[in-house]
């Protein structure tokens, strides 16, 4: 009877076959993970440059309405000091020509915040004393509201406004760290394709240094 022969692979025409199947599938594994990293980093990029963009966009606003404001009451403060130097130019007129009765109309009519000043100045006894000063609008005493508001809205225009550019350059550089997680779905993507295993990896490898490069930057940047 013939004898049965039975015929063995060597093995080291099968544990190459296996081995090679192996790192396929890690390789296939490595660029699934970077591929879901990298998706879930752009949609959080995506969602804080829109946070700072509408940050932003409050910002330069508040500046805006600041500024107007400021302006409004710096008009409104140079009107008041120029009534109060018609009033005082019109009561030293009257004064001088020796009016009792102007004098003291033109006393009520000066504004509350002039009056501090005006006492401060006639204390000085200015219509013997060459060192008085010349006017109560330049005595220390001599204060507007309506200026000081202003100075304090400008302030705050000028702090929205650099606030605004500050939100501007945070959402500039979320969306500059998508650049960064694109290329990691390029490359773990167009990794696949390849069944030269050294290529393979050697893609994975700079999608890696790109993910881990964006993820570094991601992780130094302010969040909402």
């Given at each position: 009877?013939?004898?049965?022969?039975?015929?063995?692979a060597?093995?080291e025409?099968?544990?190459?076959?296996?081995?090679?199947?192996?790192?396929?599938?890690?390789?296939?594994?490595?660029?699934?993970?970077?591929?879901?990293?990298?998706?879930?980093?752009?949609?959080?990029?995506?969602?804080?440059?829109?946070?700072?963009?509408?940050?932003?966009?409050?910002?330069?606003?508040?500046?805006?309405?600041?500024?107007?404001?400021?302006?409004?009451?710096s008009t409104?403060?140079?009107?008041?000091?120029?009534?109060?130097?018609?009033?005082?130019?019109?009561?030293?007129?009257?004064s001088?020509?020796?009016?009792?009765?102007?004098?003291?109309?033109?006393?009520?009519?000066?504004?509350?915040?002039?009056?501090?000043?005006?006492?401060?100045?006639?204390?000085?006894?200015?219509?013997?004393?060459?060192?008085?000063?010349?006017?109560?609008?330049?005595?220390?005493?001599?204060?507007?509201?309506?200026?000081?508001?202003?100075?304090?809205?400008?302030?705050?225009?000028?702090?929205?406004?650099?606030?605004?550019?500050e939100?501007?350059?945070?959402?500039?550089?979320?969306?500059?760290?998508?650049?960064?997680?694109?290329?990691?779905?390029?490359?773990?993507?167009?990794?696949?394709?390849?069944?030269?295993?050294?290529m393979r990896?050697?893609?994975?490898?700079?999608?890696?240094?790109?993910?881990?490069?964006?993820?570094?930057?991601?992780?130094?940047?302010?969040?909402?």
């Open positions: 009877m013939p004898e049965h022969v039975h015929v063995h060597p093995h025409l099968s544990e190459p076959s296996e081995a090679v199947s192996r790192r396929e599938q890690i390789n296939e594994l490595v660029a699934v993970l970077l591929l879901s990293i990298a998706t879930v980093c752009v949609a959080w990029s995506g969602y804080q440059a829109a946070k700072w963009s509408g940050i932003q966009a409050r910002r330069y606003a508040q500046a805006s309405t600041a500024r107007a404001l400021a302006n409004r009451s409104l403060a140079g009107q008041e000091r120029l009534q109060d130097l018609l009033n005082f130019n019109r009561w030293l007129e009257v001088t020509a020796g009016d009792t009765v102007l004098t003291n109309l033109y006393e009520r009519r000066f504004r509350p915040e002039f009056r501090p000043a005006f006492t401060a100045w006639l204390a000085q006894d200015p219509l013997h004393n060459d060192r008085a000063v010349a006017t109560p609008l330049l005595m220390p005493q001599y204060k507007l509201a309506s200026f000081e508001k202003a100075d304090a809205l400008e302030h705050v225009a000028d702090r929205r406004f650099d606030q605004g550019k939100a501007t350059e945070h959402a500039d550089d979320y969306i500059f760290g998508t650049v960064f997680f694109a290329a990691v779905l390029f490359f773990a993507g167009i990794s696949m394709r390849f069944k030269w295993q050294r990896v050697a893609i994975l490898v700079i999608a890696t240094a790109f993910l881990v490069y964006g993820v570094g930057k991601l992780a130094t940047m302010p969040t909402l």
